[in-house]
């Protein structure tokens, strides 16, 4: 879990997997997101590049740019419960730890403060990646209690807004109404006020959106990180729709995703103060360094 650890001695990589020497030589460790960021997807070995979800899954795209907006991958560790998402990121190339039904933000609680004693001369990013199941339902208590203690670590909710992974049951987070194969009555009750609950238990950052738009989701993603790193308990409340149980034809999986974005998942974006002068600190430093690489890359093209 470090640059130094992951990269291996030159005299050993002709016996290592390719794929292995592929993601040292080419994937996003050690470099910035110009280099191999959500803007250049495609162009590096990433961090997740198969998994086996539904044709057609958004939560699987959303997964895959959590990934690729990583401030650190090298020093990242993730965390989730059952569920359809850990399917995905348990493939991915960064430290995964399973949690058993919904004691993510428990164990992302000890981690946390484990690695600031051990050390605390890096960063060390955790970051819990549930569904809105095992974060909202089966570990809502947990989830909960981390963010009253103002732990430092970002809550990622993948909400499809059902339990995809086992039958189609209705969820705390299902719209109200919402007709399902466990539900044939329909839920009888509105969908829990997620980031409410959230910013109420202490939370400094809040995020709902439905991730339509690649850069502002990626900004999202990395805001909280940074957020968390130094303030706070930080969430994102993602809509990640299931196109199996809510009969989403694939082709109309980007279009709902769109629909969504109008209506119960508007963007709303919340912050305390201290969260915000991290936030434009961090992004001015990028800002500037981003530009002094693009000044330095072009003054070496002209003088070759």
């Known amino acids: ?52 979800m539904c044709s057609g899954c958004w939560m699987a795209y959303y997964i895959r740019l959590i990934f690729a907006s990583l401030p650190c991958p ?6 989730g419960t059952a569920g359809c998402g850990r399917l995905a990121i348990s493939q991915a190339a960064v430290p995964f730890i399973y949690g058993n039904y919904g004691d993510q933000n428990a164990m992302a609680s000890g981690l946390t403060r484990a690695f600031r004693l051990r050390f605390p001369d890096k960063t060390k990013d955790v970051i819990t990646i549930a569904g809105d199941g095992g974060t909202m339902d089966i570990g809502f208590s947990m989830t909960m209690h981390s963010w009253i203690r103002g732990e430092k670590f970002t809550t990622i909710m993948l909400d499809n807004e059902v339990y995809g992974n086992t039958g189609g ?20 009750f509105d969908k829990m006020p997620a980031t409410g609950l959230a910013q109420a ?27 968390a790193r130094e303030v706070g308990p930080t969430f994102i409340h993602a809509y990640t729709s299931c196109n199996i149980e809510y009969s989403i034809p694939t082709e109309d999986v980007f279009q709902d995703a769109k629909d969504k974005e109008k209506t119960r998942f ?39």
């Not at 090298?74 to 965390?79: F, G, M, R």
């Not at 991730?211 to 805001?223: F, G, L, Q, V, Y």
Request: proline share 6%.
């Open 1 to 52: 879990m470090s640059l130094k650890y992951i990269t291996p001695a030159a005299i050993l990589k002709r016996y290592l997997p390719k794929d292995y020497v592929e993601l040292v030589d080419y994937g996003p460790f050690g470099k910035t997101q110009d280099e191999a960021g959500p803007g250049n997807m495609g162009q590096f070995k990433e961090l997740m590049e198969e998994h086996p």
């Open 266 to 304: 508007q963007f709303e974006e919340y912050m305390t103060d201290e969260a915000k002068e991290v936030i434009e600190r961090v992004e001015a430093e990028e800002k500037a360094a981003s530009k002094a690489r693009k000044a330095a890359s072009k003054a070496a093209a002209e003088v070759n």
């Open 201 to 227: 238990a202490g939370c400094v950052y809040t995020v709902r959106m439905s991730p339509t738009n690649i850069k502002k989701a990626a900004k999202i993603i990395r805001r909280a990180i940074f957020v």
């Open 169 to 188: 049951q209705s969820s705390g987070m299902s719209p109200k109404g919402a007709v399902l194969k466990m539900a044939p009555m329909g839920k009888d």
């Open 74 to 79: 090298e020093e990242t560790v993730t965390l």
